[in-house]
């Protein structure tokens, strides 16, 4: 058994933050039933890269990477036959997961009130920009749309981020809808622990933006302490040294002296045991004070030699280093492949593909066997005939009104 096996989801989700949550719903066992628009689908389906075969026929990447293990039906909500059949698959459901704006699904009539009417068991989950003024508080900026860059720019992540005394810079991945997909998924697990034990069904509710001011780490105490805003430090830590990238004669290592032991090793690993005994670094604070007299002396040591032996030495000295990799050393790197995180799909356009994998293992379950990103509509025929009885004749009417 998976973890959320006879869980079933439905997904009423687009690009990421939804479908990011939901993928570790369906990583963990979770049936999850992503709802598209007919004709056109969940907009990622049109974000490159895109794969074309022979024939013709278009897959995105994009959209593979976040749809795995989740079966797609094509639904119009605007029909009032479309509502029904959606209200059907509700009473069907443990969860519903959206991540459009507040008040989208109650235009089309289906409130709150509607859809608990309908499955007073239900977990209602929404995850937006600035989240539901109904259920979390109501943000005076709760209107307006939201993208990855808006949250990490108002959740402080940008203000941290980017070389010392440059511009503020956005994280390469889209960490505000991803973070915001993580504790979506992390608040319906815990719906659904308060729902068997007898509690009254809670609703979920995630904005963007929190999710970002969220993972800011000390940068908020650092502030309130300070009386100042702290601000980017390219890839030092501003509390902890040495705590860096260093270049070497082929690229980048990461050096993390992050106690008083693994600065002595690093001291030993360096021949410069004189440094322990130095002023200048004699702690932590010290070390922070005087920072770039340190990165000097360390890197004039690391552009002598090679990550390989950099990082051979520093292992056997018992010091945390790493290199810094390309995303192909990653793929192929003995740990990644060690851990299962990279996963590889036959995909019915684009062939064999490779995607991240789940960071969550269980002793007690199996891998789950992962099934391919679904084509648009590809388990519509299924999902109807198995959950709410149609048969071909009734279904194929559906299609040809649009409905499905």
């Known amino acids: 058994m998976q973890p959320l096996q006879g869980i079933r989801v439905i997904a009423c989700e687009h690009v990421l933050a939804g479908p990011y949550c939901t993928l570790l719903l369906a990583d963990m066992g979770a049936e999850v039933i992503k709802i598209e628009p007919p004709g056109t689908g969940d907009h990622a389906r049109g974000n490159p890269p895109i794969v074309e075969n ?16 989740k079966k797609s039906l094509t639904l119009n909500l605007k029909h009032p036959r479309g509502k029904e059949i959606f209200l059907g698959l509700i009473r069907k459901a443990d969860v519903l997961v959206s991540n459009f704006r507040p008040g989208t699904l109650a235009k089309l009539g289906l409130d709150d009130a509607t859809l608990r009417q309908a499955n007073p068991r239900l977990i209602i989950a929404n995850i937006s920009g600035f989240g539901d003024p109904e259920v979390g508080g109501k943000s005076p900026y709760w209107q ?11 959740g402080g992540l940008m203000g941290i981020t980017g070389p010392a005394g440059g511009p503020p810079t956005r994280v390469g991945a889209s960490i505000g809808d991803i973070a915001a997909g993580m504790f979506a998924a992390l608040g319906i697990i815990a719906a659904l622990f308060a729902r068997e034990r007898g509690d009254a069904v809670p ?13 800011l780490e000390n940068a908020i105490i650092r502030c309130s302490i300070a009386g100042k805003s702290p601000g980017p430090v390219g890839n030092q830590h501003p509390s902890i040294a040495p705590f860096d990238s260093f270049a070497c004669k082929d690229g980048y290592v990461v050096i993390a002296g992050g106690n008083e032991r693994t600065w ?17 670094f004699a702690t932590n604070a010290d070390r ?28 056997r000295y018992d010091c ?18 060690a851990r299962q995180m990279v996963l590889e799909l036959d995909q019915p356009v684009a062939g064999r593909v ?8 269980f002793s007690s379950a199996a891998w789950r066997a992962v099934s391919p990103a679904p084509l648009l509509g590809q388990n519509t025929g299924e999902v109807l005939q198995d959950l709410l009885g149609m048969g071909e004749q009734e279904i194929q009417e559906l299609r040809m009104a649009g409905i499905v």
Not at 205 to 212: E, K, L, T, Y
């Open 54 to 69: 022979e024939r013709g026929e278009r897959e995105s990447g994009y959209f593979i990477s976040l749809n795995r293990n």
């Open 144 to 154: 307006r749309p939201c993208f990855d860059i808006i949250a990490q720019a108002m």
């Open 203 to 215: 609703q979920v509710d995630v904005a963007m933006v929190d999710a970002v001011t969220a993972i």
């Open 264 to 280: 002595q090793n690093l001291c030993r690993a360096m021949n410069r045991e004189d440094l322990m005994n130095d002023a200048r």
């Open 288 to 315: 922070v004070t005087n920072y770039p007299q340190l990165k000097a002396i360390i890197e004039a040591w690391t552009r002598e030699r090679t990550k390989a032996e950099i990082i051979e030495l520093l292992v």
């Open 320 to 337: 945390p280093v790493g290199p810094v990799n390309t995303v192909e050393e990653v793929i192929n790197d003995p740990h990644t492949l």
């Open 354 to 361: 490779k995607v991240a994998g789940s960071p969550v293992k």
